[in-house]
C-alpha cells in the first residue's frame, strides 16, 4: 500500500485547526496576518491551537512581510518563546537583498531550534538561484521540507520546475520533501502524485469564502479525498 499524502492546511486560530483536523489534515501551518502572506502568530495562539488538535503544527518565523530576516537576533527570542511553550516544528526562509539564501539569519534561527524539524518556506520561489540555495542548507539540522509552488507566479507556472525537481529527489540538496502549494489546485495533483510528490499545502483553498471565512472542513475532506484516491 502506497504511503498516505501529507496534507498540510494554514490555520489562522482554533477553529480553523479544529475544521482542518475535522476534515482530514494530516498538519497545519500557524501563521497570523495573511496580508502580509503569513507571519508568526502569538504565543497564546499556539498554545491554544496545541490544546484543540492532536495534529502537528509547523509554526511560521516570520516577523514582517517579506523574505528579510529583519533582526535575526528577535526572530531567535521568538522562536525559544515558542518552543518553551511547546512548539516542535517550524517554518521560516530568509532571503539576502540579492536574491540569495541569508544563510548567516538562517543558521542563527536554526541553531535556536536544537534540531526541530523545519520547513523553508516559498523565499525559495523568489531566490535567484533554487539549486544554490537547496545545496546550501542542504546539511543544516532539521530541514526536512521545501514548501514551494516552483515559481513565485504559482503551481500554473511552476509545475515544469517541480516535476524537475521532483525527478531529482535524493541529490545533494534534494532530499527533503517537496511540500506543494501556492496557487495549488486539485486538477493540478494527479501529475503531482504521478512524479511521485507526496505532500500539499492548502490556505485559501480550504477557505470557500476566502481569507476573512474559516477553514471548511467539506472543502478540507475533499481535498483528502482526492489524494486517497491514488
Known sequence: MSKRAVLEVIALDVEDAVAAQAGGADRLELVTDMAADGLTP?????????????????????????????????????????????????????????????LAAVEQVVAALDGSPWTFHRAIDH????????????????????????????????????????GRRGEPGYEQQLLVGG???????????TAGIDAFHIGGAARPEGWEGRVSAGAVAKWRSVLDRR
Open 127 to 166: 531566490t535567484t538561484d533554487r539549486d544554490a540555495l537547496r545545496k546550501q542548507l542542504a546539511d543544516l539540522p532539521g530541514l526536512d521540507t521545501y514548501l514551494t509552488a516552483g515559481s513565485a507566479a504559482g503551481v500554473d507556472t511552476g509545475l515544469p520546475t517541480l516535476l524537475a525537481e521532483a
Open 183 to 193: 496557487g495549488l489546485t486539485l486538477e493540478h495533483v494527479p501529475t503531482l502524485l
Open 42 to 102: 502569538p504565543v497564546e495562539t499556539f498554545t491554544a491551537i496545541r490544546r484543540a488538535v492532536d495534529l502537528s503544527l509547523r509554526v511560521m518565523l516570520r516577523l514582517a512581510d517579506g523574505f528579510a530576516a529583519g533582526d535575526a537576533g528577535r526572530v531567535v527570542r521568538v522562536a525559544r518563546e515558542l518552543r518553551e511553550a511547546g512548539a516542535e516544528e517550524f517554518v521560516l526562509g530568509f532571503l539576502d537583498t540579492d536574491g540569495g539564501v541569508d
